[in-house]
């Protein structure tokens, strides 16, 4: 038996895959700024130059200081340098640039002591200029302190409640969208009424009534925590519903009574042949619904019962650009968080998207056309 | 093939009622009668043909005999042995002897798992072959339905339709089944393709000396690979006779139309089609007396008000009609 198509790899799943979402830039694109973000989060200590909560009582609203790589007497400098900016107005906190006090940036250099990863004790940051000069270059808030530092370190929080949400969420909608959907009857129609009532509820009312389960003033990691919690309380049903859905129709697909026929245990049934092929789906979801709880933890934030001053976190920072004067006179308030929390919604939308065409089991199982 | 060779399955007035369910408390307000009261006989080695249009219960009958759906009501006798009842654990060891081969190719592997992982599996967990033994054995079983052992790690889906029909008869094959149930394999299927697989499984049964019960919605495709013939109309087998006397002498009217529907080549001995009226009934509420009557084009009052029995009307050849024996007279022509 000659076949011409013999020499041509075998096209795992994997493979597969990997060629669909080449297809797609914008994901790729995607995962990638999301990589960059959840590895500047992990190394948030060492990226910042200042911790979180250091305040510089001089230097209240300092605008974002531009880089610079030209000298006063106009000679070029390859190191980039900022300016030092005065406040010429305390009033309106006007800052004006000394043209002649250069501060060079500095990399490597020695700060305050840090762990990394919170294991690695150093003191170095990855940039810095020479104290008592200071650098901002994303300004400072109404207490004078850095927005860089406060924008990663508040990127801890922000990035992982999604992650860790969707991992409590995930389990429990597995687990009882599972069992809906394998045991049917009266399993089902309990769990899925309850996922009813849950989604029938408006989220937000929801997520404030059960911040009013927990007592306002907590240590920043148990908010932290009621926070995933809270979240994963509410996301939990609409993943469980789709679960079930998936495990209903799978258990109805020839392949899964082929199994059956086969005289495989439930077990093996269920783990090698119903869950793998929900798996996709799942995946899917999970990508398209941490979205929902980044902002969830910035409503609670920027509400002021989430994570509490002066730890920082992408919806407290955002609090601070409440007021029409932060808007007009300040705009790097509302535009640096607002920027990441965008970037990073974004990010996992398309990346999300990108993952479902590549995912899709029809496509992988090739059709009928 | 002898008459004395032994029964190998035994179904005995199977049927399959689903319940149908409405409102909010899911009340049970009547019965989809999907299988009701079939009753036939396959011999070791034998071929069964089982026939009929989309809706019938043809389908739920094969799945019932495998128990993969729970039959109403019924017996079910494999090799002499009750199946209906019998516990999960116990059934799950008699299922090695009785396979099923599906209508869509598509939808009957398992996207995920290379050719390799799923006869491998099959293997293992019957304790049939381990390790190499199991390579070797899968190159054998994709040998046997004319695949090529190099194309073992393959995925379903870089297989075309014909293709995959052959993977899911080598799975059904792997466990070296006495029975194979054939649910319409080759319905999805190109013509040019349907021969070949009729074919295969024609070789396959011959070289094993399966045991077929081949479901199928088409007299044609069942033609060449049955011994005998059974025809189904809602829920009730109307004719049960030899290959051979039920396409020269059908005794049942529905029989009858369902010839005339097979396109001929023969251009001589043009058939007249009869087409017949109306739709399937809904098999919630069939008809009264003959479920047939109603389509019926020799129905007579006795047929609305009497329900005939499945009765034997030549040696080995049975049909459910009143007037069984004048159909094989009656031309279609002449309605």
């Known amino acids: ?369 | 093939m002898t008459e004395a060779t032994r029964t190998l399955l035994e179904v005995t007035n199977l049927k399959k009622y689903f319940p149908i369910k409405k409102g909010l408390l899911s009340r049970t307000v009547g019965h989809v009668r999907a299988v009701d009261g079939v009753s036939f006989a396959v011999k070791q080695g034998e071929v069964l043909g089982l026939v009929g249009e989309s809706g019938c219960g043809k389908t739920t009958t094969g799945r019932c005999v495998l128990r993969l759906i729970e039959p109403t009501e019924g017996s079910v006798k494999f090799d002499g042995q009750e199946i209906i009842g019998l516990p999960f654990s116990e059934m799950r060891r008699l299922r090695r002897q009785m396979q099923i081969i599906f209508q869509d190719p598509y939808s009957s592997l398992n996207p995920r798992l290379s050719v390799r992982r799923m006869l491998t599996e099959v293997l293992t967990v019957h304790g049939l072959a381990n390790g190499a033994a199991a390579r070797e054995r899968v190159g054998d079983l994709l040998r046997l339905v004319g695949l090529s052992p190099s194309q073992a790690d393959r995925y379903p889906h870089e297989f075309s339709g014909g293709q995959r029909q052959r993977l899911g008869i080598a799975r059904a094959l792997a466990v070296e089944p006495k029975l194979i149930i054939a649910d319409e394999p080759v319905s999805a299927l190109d013509v040019s393709i349907q021969a070949q697989i009729v074919n295969l499984l024609r070789d396959l049964q011959k070289e094993m000396s399966l045991t077929y019960l081949f479901i199928a919605h088409d007299l044609s495709v069942v033609e060449h690979i049955s011994n005998r013939v059974a025809v189904m109309y809602l829920g009730k087998i109307v004719e049960l006779a030899p290959s051979l006397d039920l396409y020269r002498s059908p005794r049942h009217p529905y029989t009858v139309s369902l010839l005339s529907a097979i396109p001929s080549h023969d251009v001589t001995h043009k058939k007249t089609r009869i087409v017949l009226k109306g739709d399937v009934p809904n098999p919630a509420k069939p008809p009264s007396g003959c479920r047939f009557h109603p389509r019926c084009f020799m129905a007579q009052p006795v047929c609305a008000v009497e329900e005939p029995p499945l009765r034997e009307v030549a040696p080995g050849h049975c049909s459910a009609c009143h007037f069984a024996e004048e159909v094989s007279s009656k031309t279609p022509a002449g309605v």
């Open chain 1, 1 to 369: 038996m000659t076949d011409p198509v013999e020499v041509v790899a075998p096209q795992s799943p994997g493979v597969v895959f990997w060629t669909q979402m080449k297809k797609s830039p914008l994901a790729i694109a995607g995962g990638v700024l999301l990589g960059l973000f959840y590895l500047l989060a992990m190394l948030a200590p060492f990226v910042a130059p200042y911790p979180q909560e250091e305040m510089d009582r001089t230097k209240y609203f300092h605008p974002p200081q531009g880089l610079h790589w030209i000298r006063a007497d106009g000679s070029f400098s390859l190191r980039p340098y900022v300016r030092e900016e005065r406040l010429v107005d305390v009033g309106s906190f006007e800052y004006q640039e000394d043209p002649v006090r250069e501060l060079p940036l500095r990399f490597f250099v020695r700060g305050e002591p840090i762990y990394i990863l919170g294991v690695l004790p150093t003191s170095l940051h990855l940039y810095g200029v020479d104290p008592p000069g200071r650098v901002f270059l994303l300004g400072s808030d109404s207490f004078g302190r850095d927005v860089v530092s406060r924008l990663l370190y508040g990127s801890q929080i922000s990035l992982t409640v999604g992650v860790v949400g969707i991992i409590i969420s995930f389990t429990l909608g597995l687990l009882l969208g599972g069992i809906a959907g394998y045991f049917g009857g009266f399993a089902d129609t309990v769990i899925m009424r309850i996922t009813e009532l849950l989604l029938s509820v408006p989220s937000l009312y929801l997520i404030i009534a059960l911040r009013a389960v927990f007592p306002v003033d907590l240590p920043s990691r148990q908010i932290y925590l009621g926070i995933v919690a809270i979240l994963a309380f509410i996301g939990w049903a609409g993943l469980a519903r789709v679960i079930r859905g998936l495990v209903l129709s799978m258990r109805k697909s020839d392949f899964v009574t082929a199994a059956e026929a086969l005289g495989f245990s439930r077990l093996r049934v269920i783990a090698r042949h119903v869950l793998p092929n929900t798996m996709s789906y799942v995946i899917v979801a999970a990508t398209l619904s941490i979205p929902g709880y980044i902002l969830g933890e910035v409503v609670l934030s920027f509400l002021g019962v989430g994570v509490q001053e002066p730890s920082a976190s992408w919806g407290n920072m955002l609090n601070q650009a409440r007021s029409i004067r932060a808007l007009t006179t300040f705009p790097w308030l509302l535009l640096v968080p607002g920027t990441a929390i965008f970037l990073t919604v974004m990010a996992f939308n398309f990346l999300g998207d990108g993952l479902r065409d590549a995912l899709d089991p029809r496509r992988v199982s090739g059709g009928k056309a």
